[in-house]
């Protein structure tokens, strides 16, 4: 492999200078290794030659496929002008004829095609004017040896490729001819035997071969299972290493004693008993916090499943071994709520809590640095202020960050520098993470899991509605208006649609504002000034406005125990995840609370079920699987931020459960064994990492 890396591109055969700039450009391919590893995205059936009078019933059976035809061309004729300029063909076979079109080149394919040839054409036809046509299909004079070609891989290429004569077609011959220099070389297989042999494993190079072209399904099968199963096992393997190397570099502070702040809070403070999910968690991080080994810890738990308190307590904790603790939030508005709660419940055990955010006056930072700096301060609660370089801590031992896809890896970097010895790090998230994704993206963080709401919860009522019954919608907010209650109602603001969505803001703004001109509406979107944004979602935390007109910038841990009613257009345009945590906005009071989607009549099938799902359960981690099985893994929350859902080639995060789960324990019975791959028997899965990772920043280290 190493080698295959180090062989220029430009030197294959059918390459040279300028297709290796373009390749280079527009795919990041560079060498043999980078072109054997460019897998297609998907296969045509080229196995058989089908004749024109069977297409009507193919087009029945359900989506006319790709298919090859075997005939001759006969009237050639150019037709339109300027951008409509085209070359009609005709394309017969003895069973009947078709219609053959082409829009670019018509000159080039007009002199390059004869009439009295036989060719095979390649093309998804389609039907225009009742009669089937096949725009642009891949064209070859017929040979004997076309027939039963099997599988062929189709390969992305750009426009700007296709604009410079690169087709799937190039890159095809490209694999061809690199497959055959490979051929008679062997190509060094990193894993482990025995792996191989557990799962009747294909030899690397023939799984690569199969890839690009199939010899038939059942090989295509074996060489993605093999080449889904490379990927994912090197990505845990390097997953656990890395965390296996932190925690014998790094040594953590050993939080051994539960004292007298934790056992005060727990025996008079705490307001309601633990939940069960509540104490396991405590539990999970008491004990890594007390291993000696630095904790990297990230705490799922849905929304209002009471996260803060495990925070507190954890914080308690830290302080009851003589250590400074804070918590991160990633808006102004929840560091205050935070700080809220927390001095309220912290300062009757005697802890002293500080706020720092990006708005705290100089004269309160010239207090509270000094506090920090010689420890009377027991925890901050902060902003991204809190990891300036002007703040210092006497002793810092933990810290949380809390909705933790707000922050980037970088600024959870800059922590590590508090303190000689990196701090405890708990992240807090309320986006559930469907467990595969979870093993990979936060494959080396521990994971504690709060999965039981504290009793008494009413579920938040949820309803679909169209836009027809907008009126009883209106009629029922005004109802719960009059009763005292707050309502937020949601906008999309999507980046593709940003001027129509903020117009549709805009507008749905002046509706409400018209429809209740009894109550104060106030509105807040991601555009706002920061200040602004403030003061307007202050004016209904504090129950000054009773109606918040909003985008999803309230998607995030505001509490106002009064709203009752979660407005959301258009909610066909949201992600399931996304759709939940806004539901999380509500039934954080003593009142039914109620989610109503608003969504077109017209939408679709999948859409009204997407829709349906959220009716029908509030599991946060039921919507989050089947969000990743509707979306794919690369929208959900958590996934941009690493970067792993788009540097996997083959494998499918959301497809691929059992590989993961299969790589994963195989990876990590080896790194237990041996968990700096120092045995020699494990050098060569130690190269082998070397050479998949090397341009890989350490980003485990710091999360
Ligand atoms: P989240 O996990 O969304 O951050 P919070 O920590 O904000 O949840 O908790 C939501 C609400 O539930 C808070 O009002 C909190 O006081 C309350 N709560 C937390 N734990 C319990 C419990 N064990 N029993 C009853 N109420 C609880
Ligand atoms: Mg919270």
């Known amino acids: ?38 897998f297609p995205f998907r296969y045509i059936d080229r196995s058989k030659i089908h004749k024109i009078n069977e297409l009507r019933q193919l087009g029945e059976n359900g989506e006319m496929p790709y298919l090859q035809l075997k005939g001759q061309f006969a009237a ?36 390059s095609l004869r009439t009295g040839t036989e060719y095979i054409i390649f093309g998804k036809p389609t039907i225009y004017n009742s009669r089937y046509s096949i725009t642009h299909p891949e064209i070859d004079p017929y040979k004997p040896e076309m027939e039963n070609q099997g599988l062929k891989g189709v390969y992305t290429i750009t426009d700007k490729m296709r604009n410079r004569s690169f087709s799937t077609r190039t890159i095809q011959q490209l694999i061809q001819n690199l497959l055959n220099t490979l ?31 199939p010899a038939s399904v059942q090989m295509l099968q074996r060489a993605q299972f093999r080449l889904k199963y490379d990927e994912l096992f090197f990505l845990q393997l390097d997953l656990l290493r890395h965390s296996k190397f932190r925690s014998i570099k790094n040594g953590g502070h050993r939080f051994t004693r539960v004292g007298k702040y934790f056992n005060d809070f727990y025996n008079h403070v ?46 308690l904790l830290a ?123 936060y494959g080396d963080l521990d994971v504690s899991i709060i999965d039981e709401l504290p009793p008494g919860r009413k579920p938040v009522q949820t309803i679909l509605r169209y836009d027809n019954h907008r009126h009883e919608v209106y ?56 200040s602004e944004k403030e003061y307007q979602m202050q004016l209904f935390v504090t129950g000054k406005a009773q109606i918040m007109v909003a985008t999803t910038v309230i998607e995030v841990g505001v509490n106002v125990p009064n709203a009752t009613v979660m407005l959301i257009e258009n909610a066909e345009r949201f992600g399931l995840s996304q759709l939940h945590q806004l539901r999380g906005r509500v039934g954080r009071g003593a009142d039914s609370s109620y ?69 994963r324990n195989d990876a990590m019975r080896i790194i237990d064994d041996d968990p700096l791959l120092t045995s020699p028997q494990n050098a060569r899965l130690a190269r082998q990492l070397q050479f998949l990772f090397k341009r890989k920043q350490d980003w485990s280290r710091i999360s």
């Open 475 to 530: 009629r029922f907010i005004g109802s719960q208006l009059k009763a005292g209650r707050q309502i937020y109602i949601v906008y999309p603001l999507i980046q593709e649609n940003e001027k129509l969505d903020l117009r549709n803001l805009e507008e749905g703004y002046e509706i409400i504002k018209e429809t209740f001109p009894d109550y104060r509406v106030c509105f807040v979107h991601g555009k706002m000034k920061p």
């Open 595 to 663: 989610c109503i989607l608003m969504s077109n009549v017209k939408i679709s099938g999948p859409t009204r079920h997407r829709l349906e799902v959220m009716t029908q359960t509030s599991d946060g981690f039921v919507i989050a699987e089947e969000d990743m099985r509707l979306r794919g893994p690369g929208d959900m929350e958590g996934t941009q931020q690493s970067g792993i859902a788009f540097n996997l080639h083959i494998a499918d995060i959301a497809k691929d459960g059992q590989i993961i789960q299969a790589a």
């Open 319 to 441: 302080i009851d071994n003589g250590f400074q603790a804070c918590i991160m939030a990633p808006t102004e508005i929840l560091a205050r709520q935070h700080y809220e709660t927390i001095s309220r419940l912290a300062s009757q055990v005697g802890v002293k809590v500080a706020l720092l955010t990006g708005s705290t006056s100089k004269k309160n930072r010239d207090i509270i640095l000094p506090g920090l700096l010689n420890g009377d301060i027991g925890i901050t609660v902060g902003t991204h202020a809190l990891i300036e370089d002007t703040v210092e801590f006497a002793r810092l031992g933990m810290v949380v960050i809390d909705e933790q896809h707000r922050f980037g890896v970088a600024q959870r970097a800059k922590l590590w520098g508090k303190n000689t010895i990196p701090p405890h790090i708990l992240v807090m998230t309320a986006t559930p993470i469907p467990r595969t994704l979870a093993m990979t993206v």
């Open 270 to 315: 705490l307001p309601f008993p633990l939940t069960g999910a509540q104490k396991k968690v405590i539990k999970e991080i008491r004990a890594d916090m007390g291993s000696g080994r630095q904790m990297n810890r990230l705490l799922q738990g849905d929304v209002g499943s009471g996260k803060t308190l495990v925070a507190l307590m954890t914080m």
């Open 76 to 111: 050639f004729a150019v037709n339109g002008e300027g951008v409509r300029r085209r070359l009609n063909a005709l394309f017969y076979d003895g069973t009947g004829s078709i219609d053959v079109v082409w829009f670019n080149k018509v000159k080039i394919i007009q002199e």
């Open 1 to 38: 492999m190493e080698n295959l890396a180090k062989l220029d591109i430009k030197f294959l055969h059918g390459v040279g200078p300028k297709r290796a700039e373009i390749l280079a450009q527009e795919l990041g391919i560079r060498s043999y290794y980078d072109l054997l590893y460019y």
């Open 183 to 213: 051929k008679g070389n062997r190509i060094d297989d990193p894993l482990p035997t025995d792996i191989i042999a557990k799962y009747r494993f294909l030899p690397l190079n023939e799984a690569l071969t199969n890839i690009h072209t």
